[in-house]
């Protein structure tokens, strides 16, 4: 079993800056990819940020530019850089990891609890 833990959300004021942090819990043997998504009050989860193990990586037009994903393998730990912060970011923001923990096993689908980022004056 795997569990992510995230750290780095809260409160900041418009143009300030966060870092998220998504570790998982055990080491993971594969990681195929590793994302960040959010889901604001009343809206549905969209990604933010995605990277692959081939080196591809896509944010959603809304942050491009601002924000910036980066990945630590060998610590199976993804981390989300936001800058010049909006109100329109707040949100709760969910780390994924896509990997499998043996060579044997499948791959699944892991997901961090969500830690809350709040955007505001």
């Known amino acids: 079993q795997v569990q992510l833990v995230e750290s780095g959300g809260g409160l900041v004021q418009p143009g300030g800056s966060l870092r998220l942090s998504c570790a998982a819990s055990?080491?993971?043997?594969?990681?195929?990819?590793m994302g960040w998504y959010r889901q604001a009050p009343g809206k549905q989860r969209e990604l933010v940020a995605h990277?692959?193990?081939?080196?591809?990586?896509n944010y959603a037009d809304s942050v491009k530019g601002r924000f910036t994903i980066s990945r630590d393998n060998a610590k199976s730990t993804v981390y989300l850089q936001m800058n010049s912060l909006k109100p329109e970011d707040t949100a709760v923001y969910y780390c994924?990891?896509?990997?499998?923990?043996?060579?044997?096993?499948?791959?699944?689908?892991?997901w961090g609890q969500g830690t809350q980022v709040t955007v505001s004056s």
């Open positions: 990277s692959t193990s081939a080196g591809s990586t």
């Open positions: 994924n990891i896509e990997g499998k923990i043996s060579y044997s096993t499948e791959a699944s689908n892991y």
């Open positions: 055990r080491s993971i043997f594969y990681i195929y990819a």
